[in-house]
């Protein structure tokens, strides 16, 4: 259990510090050059990716902004439209990617609580091209998705909508940074999650605890386009089996979310008893908690409980995440329940 000088970071699942088993993996691991494509540690760990989520091939990229980015410029062409969610990650949180990096423009559709749109709204949103508009070249989903509280999208609303772009002749990304969560959280094994997509990014580095990278997915035509791309966005890299390795260990710790999930709700129930404070109880690790009925802002909320030794990330005005994750257990989410309900009563 965490003491009073142990900060508990909730802030996000990217901050997880890498075991010694994943320590002991980097410096033992045996390495090439990857853009040679001579590293054994990398091309195994793009085979079990591959594989993890049901797809022909896989790369190794260091981030899931760029693992995204990357779907993006190869399944479109400059003047093209991005069709995706209006909270989504790429849409959000990835610096208007899409338009300085693809040079495509980007219309949004709302979905709301449903976080992936409905098959109406696709065939709505989608546009053909002619001599004064720009045609749709890519429909990207998200899942578990991150703004709306790490909500885990059934597989047949992704299906659905994946089957509204593709009738089209639209192509489909799926940003699954936290696909794995999803997975375990639907009970619904992780290929079957992304069998409708043509591409899926997932992160190694956020639950699954390596200290670095993503995976990039597709069929092996696709793989090949990203690789080159990757190099044009800087993200060839050589020796990189001493990262990837980590990498590997990863994979295996996908069973253990359920263990963060079960902490999420733990510190959702906490949260959601104190006063004017609400809640949702989570499908996987993401608490979101709304201070209106407090008349907290969550600017306020984030400072009280970093000054008390619990970090978090304002989201909205009255909106604040906490984020379970595999270097937090159920005694350091009880402390840290402890710590924000005095910071609160502060305020």
Known sequence: MADASDFIDLRSDTVTTPSAAMRDAARDAEVGDDVYRDDPTVNELERRAAEAVGKEAALYVPSGTMGNQIAVTVHT??????????????????????ARLAGVQTRTVDAGDRCVPTPEAVREGLVTEDLHRPGTGLLALENTHNYRGGTAIPTDRLDAAAAAARDAGVLVHLDGARVFNA???????????????????????KGLGAPVGSMLAGDEAFIEAARRVRKLFGGGMRQAGMIAAPGLLALENVDRLADDHANAERLADGLDALSGFEAPEPDTNIVVVH??????????????????????????????????????????VDAALDRIAGAVEEL
Do not use: K, N, Q
């Open 77 to 98: 062409e400059p003047g093209d439209e991005l069709l995706l969610e209006r909270e989504s990650h790429i849409y959000r949180w990835e610096l208007a990617g899409a």
């Open 291 to 332: 201070t209106e009925g407090a008349s907290i802002p969550a600017a306020d909320l984030v400072d009280a409980c970093a000054d008390a030794g619990v970090g978090a990330v304002e989201f909205d005005t009255y909106t604040t995440r906490f984020t379970t994750h595999l270097d937090v257990d159920a005694d350091d």
């Open 183 to 205: 997975s375990v959280a639907l009970d619904v094994p992780a290929p079957e999650l992304v069998a409708s997509v043509d591409s899926v990014m997932f992160c190694l580095s």
